[in-house]
C-alpha cells in the first residue's frame, strides 16, 4: 500500500516551454501532497504544499506564478514549471500523504527535468 | 525553528560491516515526529520509519535499528551487516505537530557506499 507514481519520469524540454508533471497516489487518498525540489548531491527542498480543493501554499522564495500546482482531487496534484529555463532542470519530488496531522508522507519516483 | 543535521555527508564500508548513521536535530516543540527515508541511486525515496517524541524504544527490524535519544536529541540508525543493495543515500527528517502544514525538514544526507 501507499503508492504514489509520478509521470513523466523524465523530461527533456526547449527554454521557455512549460512543463506539466502529475503525481497520484494509487492506492489512498491523499488530502496532502507535497513538491520538493532536489539538485545534484543535495537534500530535497520544499517548494509548496498542496491541499485538495484550495490553493497551494508556496514556501518563501519560490515563485507561483512560475511553478503553478493544481490539487484537483484527492488523487492527483500537478506542478506545470512556465516558461521553463536551464535553470529550472532538477529533479523534481512529490509526496503524498493519507491523513491529517503527522501521518507518513510517501514519496513519488521523481521527475528529472532537463531544459535546454 | 526546526533543524536535522547529519554529520556525516558520505560512509564507505565493505560488506558486511556495520554502519551507524547520525541524526541530531533541534526542535522547540514538545511532540514531533522523526522519519528515515532511503533515497537509492533510482531517486525514488523509501519510507524506512516514523517515531513519535513520547516513544523512546529503540526499535529493530531485520538488519536496521534505530536508537532514539531525547536527551541528546538524536535518532541513529544503524545497518547490521551491510550488502550491497544497502548503498544509498538515507535522509532524516523530522517534523513538528505545532506547524499548521505539517511539513518535513530533512537532514542532508549520508551516502553510504557498501563495497562488495
Not at chain 1, 488523487?75 to 493519507?98: G, K, M, N, W
Not at chain 2, 532514539?68 to 545497518?79: E, G, L, W, Y
Request: with cysteine; net charge neutral; charged share 20%.
Amino acid at each position: 500500500g501507499a503508492v504514489v507514481s509520478q509521470h513523466p519520469s523524465w523530461v527533456i524540454c526547449k527554454s521557455g516551454t512549460s512543463v506539466k508533471i502529475e503525481c497520484r497516489s494509487l492506492d489512498f487518498q491523499a488530502t496532502t501532497m507535497f513538491w520538493y525540489r532536489q539538485f545534484p548531491k543535495q537534500s530535497l527542498m520544499l517548494m509548496a504544499t498542496s491541499n485538495e480543493g484550495s490553493k497551494a501554499t508556496y514556501e518563501q522564495g519560490v515563485e507561483k506564478d512560475k511553478f503553478l500546482i493544481n490539487h484537483a482531487s484527492l488523487t492527483l496534484s500537478t506542478l506545470t514549471v512556465t516558461s521553463a529555463h536551464p535553470e529550472d532542470s532538477s529533479f523534481y519530488i512529490c509526496s503524498a500523504r493519507q491523513g491529517t496531522g503527522t501521518d507518513t508522507q510517501y514519496f513519488g519516483p521523481g521527475t528529472r527535468l532537463t531544459v535546454l | 525553528a526546526q533543524k536535522v543535521t547529519q554529520a556525516q555527508t558520505e560512509i564507505s564500508v565493505v560488506e558486511k560491516e556495520d554502519v551507524t548513521l547520525d541524526c541530531v536535530y533541534e526542535t522547540r516543540d514538545t511532540t514531533y515526529y522523526l522519519f528515515w527515508y532511503k533515497q537509492p541511486p533510482s531517486g525514488e525515496l523509501v519510507f524506512l520509519i516514523r517515531r513519535n517524541s513520547f516513544d523512546e524504544q529503540n526499535e529493530i527490524s531485520g538488519r536496521y535499528s534505530w536508537n532514539f535519544q531525547k536527551s541528546t536529541s538524536s535518532f541513529n540508525f544503524t545497518i547490521t551487516a551491510s550488502q550491497v543493495v544497502d548503498s544509498a543515500v538515507y535522509f532524516c527528517a523530522l517534523s513538528e505537530a505545532l506547524d499548521a502544514g505539517n511539513k518535513l525538514t530533512f537532514g542532508g544526507g549520508t551516502r553510504v557506499l557498501v563495497k562488495p
